[in-house]
Nanobody, 121 residues
Framework: QVQLVESGGGLVQPGGSLRLSCAAS????????MSWYRQAPGKERELVAK????????NYADSVKGRFTISRDNAKNTVYLQMNSLKLEDTAVYYC??????????????WGQGTQVTVSS
């Protein structure tokens, strides 16, 4: 059974930090690109950060560059999102995503249940 379980969300003041974790099970974690998405109330879900399965290359939304860092630990089947200098506009539900791109077939795509991050003074 595939599971992506996010944790680490919560309430933080502007300028603060949080570290999100996403523990994966039920699939070969190291073969999957991992991403964090977020969805704020009334807005579409957006990609925040992505890390590849091989080499660990990363990319970020412009709005979080220099503040957020995505990393993965394949030995622990876990992906992290370190969030620093948090802003009010970072408030959202954050979702973990795993994608495996296959030749000649649709990608395999899994989602976590989400964790709430609220930035408020």
């Amino acid at each position: 059974q595939v599971q992506l379980v996010e944790s680490g969300g919560g309430l933080v003041q502007p300028g603060g930090s949080l570290r999100l974790s996403c523990a994966a099970s039920g699939f070969t974690f190291s073969r999957y690109a991992m991403s964090w998405y977020r969805q704020a109330p009334g807005k579409e879900r957006e990609l925040v950060a992505k890390i590849t399965s091989v080499g660990g290359s990363t990319n970020y939304a412009d709005s979080v560059k220099g503040r957020f860092t995505i990393s993965r630990d394949n030995a622990k089947n876990t992906v992290y999102l370190q969030m620093n200098s948090l802003k009010l506009e970072d408030t959202a539900v954050y979702y973990c995503n795993a994608v495996f791109n296959r030749d000649y077939a649709p990608p395999v795509d899994y989602w976590g249940q989400g964790t709430q991050v609220t930035v408020s003074s």
